[in-house]
């Protein structure tokens, strides 16, 4: 399967616990993106990296969260002190600098 | 800032029959891209079709088809000879030309029924 991919793809947790996802973009992608989609709600952008620089974050990434693409290949998203707010659905996409985005089955956090 | 309306919640459609879901957007923008994006029950989101607002003539991608209205900034998707496996969330989606930023920005999505 040469499709973005990510794990987990579920994650209980409990609050105050850190999680961390990983997205793997298909191959040579260079642009990678990381979403979060709530029930009832469209996606929201939360970061965008193009290789390994980290080009745009989103309001909604507080100081809790964090995202990593070393040496451009994988993504990792990490989430600190979770808070039931956190709970979502993860998404993560990634394009080869044009303009169709590829998006992954995502991970599905649920915070107790 | 950006921002894309869908105020369909739901929508059914009999098998075989046309469906037209609604979007509209808002944006300062003169040059933009527009999305409709498919997303069956836990698979992921998959591109339907797409509109670069510089074209005028409307995208068609065999049953699905926009109605582009630059003026109106409405982007609406009708699908023709609905099956059952277009039963979905559809999501109408923007994105900015310019080249420093790539995030979408979507609407809160339809959800289509279709029925035998």
């Known amino acids: 399967d040469t499709g973005v991919s990510q794990n987990p793809r579920h994650k209980i947790t409990k609050r105050g616990q850190n999680v961390t996802f990983r997205c793997d973009p298909i191959s040579e992608h260079n642009r990678l993106y990381w979403y979060r989609q709530t029930l009832g709600q469209g996606p929201e952008f939360l970061t965008y990296?193009?290789?390994?620089?980290?080009?745009?974050k989103s309001r909604l990434l507080s100081d809790r969260f964090s995202a990593e693409r070393p040496k451009g290949s994988f993504s990792t998203l990490e989430i600190q002190r979770t808070e039931q707010g956190d709970s979502a659905m993860y998404l993560c996409?990634?394009?080869?600098?044009?303009?169709?985005?590829?998006f992954g089955q995502g991970t599905r956090l649920t915070v107790v | 800032a950006q921002t894309v309306t869908q105020s369909q919640p739901e929508m059914s459609v009999q098998e075989a029959e046309t469906v037209t879901l609604s979007c509209t957007y808002d944006?300062?923008?003169?040059?933009?891209?527009l999305f409709w994006y498919k997303q069956p029950p836990s698979r992921q989101m998959i591109l339907v079709i797409r509109q670069e607002a510089y074209k005028q003539q409307n995208a068609t991608e065999n049953r699905f088809s926009v109605n582009f209205q630059k003026a109106a900034k409405s982007f609406s998707l009708k699908i023709s000879d609905s099956q059952l496996g277009d039963a979905a969330m559809y999501f109408c989606a923007y994105r900015s030309a310019f080249r420093d930023t790539d995030k979408l920005i979507f609407g809160t999505g339809t959800r289509l029924q279709v029925f035998p």
């Open positions: 990296f193009q290789n390994e620089a980290q080009l745009e």
């Open positions: 944006t300062s923008e003169s040059d933009y891209y």
């Open positions: 996409a990634s394009s080869l600098g044009t303009v169709e985005a590829f």
